[in-house]
């Protein structure tokens, strides 16, 4: 058996705040395991019924962009201005569209 | 123009257009020193804070007081963690810093290491003690370092209903019996001081202040903020009927602002300094628990790798 | 005359009071944080539990004693809960095994409870009760598994905890005129009913704790009438010492 680790892992916790809107980003905690760890988010990220669903992810599980390519990755997005509805000037007698 | 020069560019551009800085942003070494200094001696406030607090909540007068003074020691334990983890995103693990706590390293803050000898301490710190923390943490909110700034917003949410109910009890107190009025001016001539020491030295002797200003990781003056508190605290005081400790406390007109007494810093680098009445007890009922801990995370965490094998070999096996 | 319904509805209050004020002595002394802040959690849905308890008592009474008046003004003596809950919290594995042993104990309790349709102002208090055990329940049964097949040291801890703890666990299915009476009434089986189902369940967890099971040995009694063990005593002295001391004081 390997020995244990001094610290228990890191956890980042999600939150679905009611149905129908998507579970979002409400912080971090240690636990053990995931069932300690969805234990541990309900009694402490929902202690005032702010969620209906939990997801916990291993914090060294996750995968994230560089903020060194945010440029590279988020800038070429800016001059696509016709995926935007604005950008279309239609007559005054169309509604809603 | 070098790298470096251009990270730090981004980041001046991003603090002067109030944008908030990320975890993974570059920033410079002193500011994330700072943060950690600032955001885990926060947390450890908190965590040293349920001390005080805790000692009453076996002997909370109703069982409504026991639920709610139970539920606020708890959410200050949640607050704890909110800033352990936004202190964690800067690259220093919670060991780390609960190390530096219990050797005596870190600091807290102060007001935490006075007892709770009545009662109305319970009343006199959600009022007072919160009521300042509240004035502290409000701005904290706007911070520039978003971890540290969401976590604030969660936290204030939170506290919102601790000053309360410290107030009510304190209410409840003042138009009580002789005794627990006595018992209520007692706990404010004892928690009034401290209270104000708790928005730090003044601004002129304040080492850390301009830097922090700058950055946007403080955004008022300690003095500024300890006005305030005086200014919304006194009138409150003369509703519940009690006398703030200080002779020299009067309104002046001029200013639009109560004028007070001078603080004895003394009394304030002495129990910074590790001389107050309840440090040493403080800290080692910390240590106790986590060294009292120690087996339950180690079994724990033993338990997590063994399922962790049995699964995979499982998986292996399937 | 036969037992009156405020009897048995105290015994179940006292049993959530008195098991709160325990688990609330651990607030800001947990192993750590995050556990912390759970068993501060579980205290608090057992005080609420107590509340709700405690007020039904006193009305079904009808000598004007309301929760506080319950909690705060009876002597140990008067108190009616198991010994099991009354026990100091020790260490985490002493606690944790003492909550499991309980929880199932409550489980299958309320859950008797909030089937019946003899009391309704009961069942509705159970039914809620109910959620919250079941939680709490998993959260012990886990906690057990993970101090029973964690570390030798854990191991051998959490089995000495349940040693210890086990002679007190029969008293929670034993039947007097009370419990009859109620059982009579329609309420609830009799303690004796849930022996069976909660020995599956305890052994079910204790084998996957890795636990073993001890054997029924001495057997400690007596708390249902008002023979404690001398740690309520110290413990209600501790609870009850601002309205005793400032009786008619409001707070």
């Given amino acids: 058996m390997s020995a244990p680790k001094a610290e228990w892992p890191l956890w980042e916790v999600f939150v679905r705040s009611r149905q129908g809107l998507s579970h979002k980003h409400v912080g971090s905690l240690h636990a053990a395991d995931a069932t300690m760890a969805i234990s541990n988010a309900r009694d402490v990220y929902t202690r005032r019924q702010e969620g209906t669903s939990i997801w916990v992810v291993k914090a060294e599980d996750i995968t994230a962009s560089s903020p060194s390519d945010k440029d590279v990755l988020f800038d070429p997005a800016n001059d696509k201005v016709y995926r935007h509805p604005t950008f279309y000037d239609l007559p005054d007698e169309v509604k809603n569209m | ?318 | 005359m036969a037992a009156q319904d405020h009897e048995w509805i105290l015994r179940f209050g006292d049993d959530a009071l008195v098991l709160a004020q325990r688990l609330s002595e651990w607030c800001s002394h947990g192993p750590a944080l995050e556990e912390d802040i759970a068993l501060s959690n579980i205290a608090l849905d057992l005080l609420g539990q107590a509340r709700a308890l405690l007020t039904l008592a006193g009305q079904r009474e009808g000598r004007g004693r309301d929760e506080d008046a319950l909690a705060y003004f009876r002597t140990d003596r008067e108190y009616r809960n198991a010994l099991l809950v009354e026990l100091p919290n020790g260490h985490f594995g002493d606690t944790i095994v003492r909550q499991m042993l309980f929880d199932q104990f409550a489980v299958l309790r309320y859950e008797a409870l909030a089937n019946q349709t003899v009391d309704r102002e009961l069942a509705a208090i159970a039914s809620k009760a109910l959620k919250e055990v079941r939680y709490h329940a998993a959260h012990s049964a886990q906690w057990v598994v993970r101090l029973g097949d964690g570390t030798e040291e854990s191991h051998q801890r959490a089995q000495a905890s349940l040693d210890v703890l086990w002679s007190y666990t029969a008293e929670l299915f034993e039947d007097d005129a009370v419990s009859q009476a109620c059982s009579d009434a329609g309420v609830m089986p009799l303690n004796a009913g849930f022996e069976a189902s909660w020995t599956a369940q305890v052994e079910a967890i204790l084998s996957e704790a890795t636990l073993s099971c001890p054997e029924s040995s001495a057997l400690h009694t007596g708390g249902r009438n008002g023979r404690h063990t001398e740690h309520l005593s110290y413990m209600l002295a501790e609870m009850q010492v601002l309205p005793r001391t400032y009786p008619g004081a409001a707070w």
């Fill in chain 2, 1 to 318: 123009m070098t790298q470096e020069m251009d990270l730090n560019q981004r980041f001046e551009d991003y603090i002067a257009s109030d944008q908030k800085i990320e975890a993974k942003d570059w920033m410079p070494d002193a500011y994330r020193k700072t943060l950690i200094r600032q955001i885990s001696q926060h947390a450890h406030s908190e965590i040293i804070g349920m001390q005080p607090e805790g000692n009453w909540i076996t002997r909370a007068p109703s069982l409504k007081r026991k639920s709610i003074l139970l539920a606020k020691v708890q959410d200050e334990a949640g607050h704890g963690l909110y800033l352990y983890s936004a202190a964690e995103t800067l690259g220093i693990s919670r060991d780390e810093m609960l190390d530096a706590l219990h050797t005596g390293q870190a600091k807290y803050s102060s007001i935490f290491n006075y007892p709770t000898l009545t009662w109305a301490d319970m009343g006199a710190i959600g009022w007072l003690v919160d009521g300042a923390a509240i004035m502290n943490q409000v701005p904290l909110c706007k911070c520039s370092y978003g971890p540290y700034a969401r976590a604030m917003v969660r936290v204030c949410k939170e506290e919102s209903f601790h000053q309360r109910q410290g107030f009510q009890i304190m209410l409840n107190l003042s138009q009580g019996t002789t005794e627990q009025k006595e018992m209520a001016q007692d706990a404010l001539n004892r928690w009034w001081w401290p209270s104000l020491m708790m928005f730090g030295p003044n601004d002129a002797s304040s080492k850390h202040s301009e830097q922090s200003m700058r950055w946007k990781i403080k955004r008022f003056s300690n003095d500024e903020l300890r006005q305030r508190f005086v200014d919304m605290t006194v009138p409150q005081a003369e509703l519940l009927g009690l006398t703030v400790p200080d002779p020299d406390l009067q309104w002046n007109e001029e200013t639009g602002h109560y004028d007070f007494g001078p603080i004895d810093w003394s009394e304030f680098e002495q129990v910074v300094a590790g001389n107050g009445p309840c440090n040493r007890e403080r800290i080692e009922t910390r240590v106790k628990a986590h060294e009292n801990g120690a087996w339950v995370r180690e079994a724990a965490a033993a338990y997590a790798t063994k399922s962790a094998e049995r699964t995979s070999s499982q998986t292996s096996a399937a």
